[in-house]
């Protein structure tokens, strides 16, 4: 435990089913974090306690990497499926980014981190596109869909060619 008056108190992992909202949201965002970066263990909640002084504050709940690290802002009661959901992603996107010091997720057609979007009443992933022009900004998959987005084929690669067995 921590003992200095300055250094926030040790979170405590929130169990399944205490924020049922915020664990369906989280297990579509760990889907595209398996898929964007397979090694990366799956993300949790964490809960930190309320500040002192602070009747109303039970509990802060963060998005934290496996083992209890997080970074920025708590998050706050939504009252959708889909607040909720931009919410997590964009707290999972802000601890992915800040502790292990890469943009995520990233576009594969573009290279760049993309964004929290809202797109036909779904939250997405949102890429600003290339530079030049014909490269427009596009949605590049739906939250918790980043498995169904294939590389594109690369023109310039050479094929194997299927020999058979040797």
């Not at 002192?52 to 009252?79: I, K, Q």
């Not at 959901?85 to 943009?103: G, I, K, N, S, Y």
């Not at 992933?125 to 949605?139: E, L, Q």
Request: aromatic share 6%.
């Amino acid at each position: 435990m921590r003992s200095s008056p300055f250094l926030p108190p040790d979170p405590r992992f929130v169990t399944t089913g205490e924020h049922p909202l915020w664990d369906q949201a989280l297990a579509a965002v760990n889907r595209d974090l398996a898929a964007t970066l397979p090694g990366q263990r799956p993300l949790c909640l964490v809960a930190y306690p309320g500040w002192e002084g602070d009747p109303d504050e039970s509990e802060r709940v963060h998005v934290a990497l496996a083992n209890g690290d997080s970074h920025g802002n708590s998050l706050w009661p939504e009252p959708s499926a889909a607040g909720a959901l931009r919410a997590v992603a964009e707290a999972a996107q802000d601890t992915v980014m800040e502790l292990l010091w890469q943009a995520w997720p990233v576009c594969t057609l573009h290279g760049l981190g993309m964004h929290v979007t809202e797109d036909a009443g779904r939250p997405s992933w949102w890429c600003a596109g290339g530079s030049r022009p014909g490269d427009p900004a596009h949605v590049r998959a739906a939250i918790g869909e980043m498995d169904t987005v294939h590389r594109p084929r690369r023109p310039n690669r050479k094929r194997r060619k299927d020999r058979g067995p040797h």
